[in-house]
């Protein structure tokens, strides 16, 4: 029989929500990574009514069409291209809260929501454009449906399951390729529970072989080959052509990464996964000795789904290639892990409660911690660039010298649109001072940009430029304390 949630479980799991989506704003980062003007010149066209996106987003509709809804209310700025993120953050929040309680009940509900709330990766790269956690929520959306496929006798809802399984995967797919990857999860799951699907598998292969049947047809009407979206990822990342096998060579380095996030704090010395994986571990090993089982299609979820981020590697002029490996791209762990040392809490819990409580209290409010310093960084290094922006705006119109970075916002800006441009700044301190000696307009200098993949060095310094030719207009507070990736707060400068 499936666990019940009672209206106090659930009013719990939506203040929890509620506090995690008050985090996520407070730390609000916005526009700032190295892929969003990529990703907001294809947003362009359907907002404009003209055309689909262009390349590997141009099938990522799961994606666009919200994005594009939100962008025509709101503009091609940070409220119409954050938002959907926003909201299927806070979808996922309460999907996984209902996963939980759906297996282990109320008190599950809520201690996932807790964990989910304070993750650091999903609480600092929620408000980006991070349009991984499409991806995440709906593989997480078919899961639950094989879930409630899987654990239900009743044989309508068993194919309401499945059928919510087949659509979910297909709108995972169309958010990005890799929804492929739980496909071999689904096989075990299946096959383990053989014996109890009888017909309602049908509910399953039935739909999503005419929802993916049809997006062949599409792909091969519009483009001449029905599997399009994998040429077009391949594509994109570099991974075909003459120069894959020079640029993206598959060293050693590259099965490190994604274990490396998971495990070993980040160059800035933050756990991105928190301490979640670690106690993963802990509870795996703990759980053998004690004979507790993992929930395992979850653990299958994970295994296959990390299986296949890890060994995403092709042959390419006979060597293997792989491509770039964004930390955000691992966000598809987190509600597997979530979900599974949620389930190792609720058994702890049925043997020694207060230590479940103890071990739920540490893990959430690590979390929390970890989540603080995480977000941080982007939330006042893309600031950085919001406040330079925006005080430029009230200024007389003139060319701006400062980083390429910079000049990005002022596209997100506007700025751009109404005649403003960017003189972008030399490389090297040397040949900036001689650059600003004879420039005329304004000089952006200092503050923060992309701190994990952005250019520092790109970025002028109040040094770089004569206190006899220049004038200080405006040093923006600065939020934090001078550190290695913010050496000096952000000033702007006027030719005297």
């Not at 650059?435 to 503050?447: K, N």
Request: hydrophobic share 50%; aromatic share 12%; proline share 7%.
């Amino acid at each position: 029989m499936t666990p019940r949630l009672h209206a106090r479980d659930l009013a719990a799991v939506l203040a929890i929500v509620g506090l995690g989506l008050a985090l996520r704003l407070h730390f609000f980062s916005g526009l700032g990574l190295g892929d969003d003007p990529l990703l907001r010149n294809d947003m362009a066209a359907p907002v404009r009514g003209t055309q689909l996106p262009g390349g590997p987003n141009g099938y990522r509709f799961a994606w666009w069409i919200p994005t594009a809804i939100t962008a025509r209310w709101w503009g091609l700025g940070e409220a119409g291209l954050i938002t959907p993120i926003v909201v299927m953050d806070v979808l996922g929040m309460v999907l996984v809260a209902l996963f939980a309680g759906q297996l282990w009940g109320g008190w599950s509900a809520v201690a996932a929501a807790l964990m989910l709330a304070v993750f650091p990766l999903d609480v600092a790269w929620s408000t980006m454009l991070s349009t991984d956690f499409f991806l995440s929520f709906f593989m997480a959306l078919c899961m639950f449906g094989v879930v409630r496929a899987i654990t239900t006798d009743h044989p309508t809802r068993r194919a309401r399951g499945w059928t919510l399984a087949a659509v979910a995967l297909w709108l995972g797919f169309h958010s990005k390729v890799s929804a492929v990857l739980l496909v071999p999860a689904l096989a075990v799951v299946a096959w383990a529970n053989r014996h109890a699907l009888k017909e309602s598998l049908r509910c399953f292969v039935g739909p999503a072989a005419l929802l993916f049947g049809g997006s062949a047809i599409v792909f091969l009407a519009l483009d001449g080959n029905p599997v399009a979206p994998f040429h077009e990822e391949l594509a994109a990342q570099g991974l075909v052509g003459p120069g894959a096998a020079a640029l993206h060579t598959v060293i050693p380095e590259t099965f490190k990464l994604h274990p490396r996030w998971l495990f070993v704090p980040d160059s800035y010395g933050n756990l991105v996964y928190s301490i979640y994986p670690h106690a993963l571990i802990l509870f795996l090993l703990a759980g053998a000795a004690l004979r507790i089982a993992p929930f395992w299609p979850v653990l299958w979820w994970l295994f296959f789904v990390f299986l296949g981020m890890e060994f995403n590697v092709q042959r390419a002029a006979g060597v293997w290639v792989a491509g770039f490996r964004n930390v955000r791209h691992g966000h598809v762990f987190v509600y597997p892990i979530v979900l599974l040392v949620t389930g190792y809490l609720v058994a702890f819990r049925a043997r020694w409660p207060k230590v479940a409580h103890q071990l739920l209290a540490v893990l959430v409010a690590i979390g929390l911690w970890q989540s603080i310093r995480t977000a941080t960084l982007t939330h006042v290094a893309f600031g950085d660039s919001r406040e330079a922006t925006r005080y430029l705006a009230t200024l007389p119109k003139r060319p701006v010298y400062s980083d390429f970075q910079l000049g990005q916002w002022l596209t997100y800006s506007g700025l751009q649109e109404a005649g403003w441009s960017l003189v972008p700044a030399e490389g090297d301190d040397a040949k900036r001072a001689q650059q600003f000696a004879t420039a005329d307009g304004y000089v952006v200098t200092g503050g923060a940009r992309e701190p994990y993949y952005g250019c520092s060095h790109c970025i002028p310094r109040a040094a770089n430029l004569s206190p006899e030719r220049w004038t200080l207009l405006k040093e923006i507070p600065s939020p934090i304390p001078p550190t290695v990736w913010r050496p000096e707060p952000v000033r702007i400068w006027a030719r005297k």
